[in-house]
């Protein structure tokens, strides 16, 4: 598996079409339907005995144009560099004029009350933790404030909320995500700020609490539209009937070509497929890559592929997403206990002559997740993860950020991984 994945450049090919001929590839988007006819040309040539599209509803949401400028009679005036969160409201055109409240997290917003936020715009500047070595552990001690924040901020009468980037990185990139807004709660526009805009206007406001901001982002929801997971498979020689999955997902932000969160992903579950076909390797159950749409947004992708296998009496085995990024292999994360993880863990043998150590409770995906009630392991692919969220979701995601020898160590890593759990019986 190594040596064939080390020897050839088909993922990285993949990878670099997905991310410049079709980057942005947000719900709906001609990128979107482009990758997804890319994706299925790709497994052909891989070798899947079937392939095919599984229709997904999608929510159909378009970036507007975007300024915020910071209007101070003490510092002047100031560019910062913006990006609409998914899913948020709009302003107008001419946009909004007002005075900005900074809060570290919600408890300071209450604190604060409706008298000093009514009328505001709210600005949530709690930076990543970056003494967290899991960076994932990071990402999510922050993005709370971009996934609720403006509801919380509404409910004290805000009329925008600006949110810095959840990165851990200091630059100039606004790195976008989806937010969620609370039923019965006035929607209010949102958009993320770098993290240089955000520590600007920080400090302006300690020298001039009264400056104003000008904010314009006249992104829009549109009504909900349709497009595809892209499946592949590998018919099992002993229990066809009997499914593993391999997964990235097809989707990506608008302002990104996405490389690693996660054309990487779905390259890695295509090259799957090839390495079993190439060195003429039949699994026992049937394998599958599925690319997923809109995992960014809310997950239709994952919830449909359950339920049709669910209607279908299928019976998943084992599942392992591939959406930390493509960087260099540490191992894997499973959701299992007791003598299943411990027969897992017996695996990380077969894995150390290529450094890759990481046998740990823990791990799956959101486009797996629905499948954990149909009985499937779930399998998270763990890549170094330190440099993941220096790209995630901005335009910094590039194709160039990737390293093709830590695509194809992953790639090996997934496919030995797949290849060993369909030998052993659970
Ligand atoms: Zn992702």
């Known amino acids: 598996m190594f040596d064939e994945a080390l020897s050839d450049n088909t993922a990285y090919g993949n990878l670099e079409y997905l991310s410049k001929k079709t980057p942005g590839r947000i719900n709906g988007s001609p990128s979107a339907a482009k990758a997804v006819e890319f994706t299925r040309q790709a497994l052909i040539e891989a070798g899947a005995d079937s392939i095919w599209l599984q229709k997904v509803p999608v929510p159909s949401w378009e970036r507007g144009t975007e300024k915020c400028k910071i209007i101070s009679r003490v510092n002047g005036k100031a560019e910062l560099s913006i990006a609409a969160l998914g899913l948020s409201v709009g302003t107008s055109e001419k946009g909004i004029v007002s005075e900005i409240v900074e809060v570290q997290d919600f408890e300071m917003l209450k604190a604060l009350g409706r008298s000093r936020v009514e009328g505001r715009i709210v600005f949530f500047n709690r930076p990543v933790d970056n003494k967290l070595i899991n960076s994932f552990a990071g990402y999510g001690g922050a993005v709370n404030q971009r996934t609720l924040g403006a509801s919380e901020a509404s409910k004290f009468g805000a009329i925008a909320v600006i949110v810095r980037s959840a990165t851990p990185a200091l630059d100039d990139y606004p790195h976008t995500g989806v937010l969620r807004y609370e039923e019965g709660v006035n929607k209010i526009p949102a958009v993320a700020v770098s993290t240089k805009g955000a520590e600007l206007l920080s400090n302006w406001l300690k ?22 997971n892209v499946i592949g498979e590998i018919k099992g020689l002993q229990n066809p009937n009997e499914y593993i999955t391999v997964c990235g997902h097809l989707d990506s932000w608008d302002i990104t070509e996405g490389a690693h969160d996660d054309a990487g992903g779905c390259v890695q579950a295509i090259e799957m497929i090839r390495l079993f076909k ?3 390797i039949r699994p026992k159950r049937t394998i599958r890559a599925v690319m997923f749409m809109n995992e960014e947004m809310s997950g239709t992708g994952g919830r449909t592929y359950a339920e049709e296998a ?5 019976n998943h085995y084992a599942a392992l997403e591939s959406d930390r990024g493509v960087t260099s292999p540490r191992g894997f994360g499973f959701d299992a206990d007791g003598l299943k993880l411990e027969k897992l863990q017996s695996l990380s043998k077969y894995f150390l002559p290529y450094n890759i150590r990481d046998f740990d ?3 799956g995906g959101s486009d797996i997740g629905p499948l954990k009630a149909l009985g499937a392991l779930q399998i998270g692919y763990m890549p170094d993860t330190q440099r993941y969220f220096s790209y995630h979701h901005s335009a910094n995601d590039t194709f160039e950020q990737v390293n093709i020898r830590e695509l194809q160590m992953g790639s090996a890593a997934i496919a030995s991984l797949i290849y060993l759990i369909d030998l052993l019986d659970f």
């Open 278 to 280: 190439k060195l003429g």
């Open 310 to 314: 669910k209607r279908k009496g299928e």
């Open 207 to 228: 020298s001039d609490p009264a400056l104003k901001i000008n904010l314009i982002s006249t992104c829009k929801n549109n009504p909900d539209t349709w497009s595809y």
């Open 361 to 363: 409770k823990g791990g």
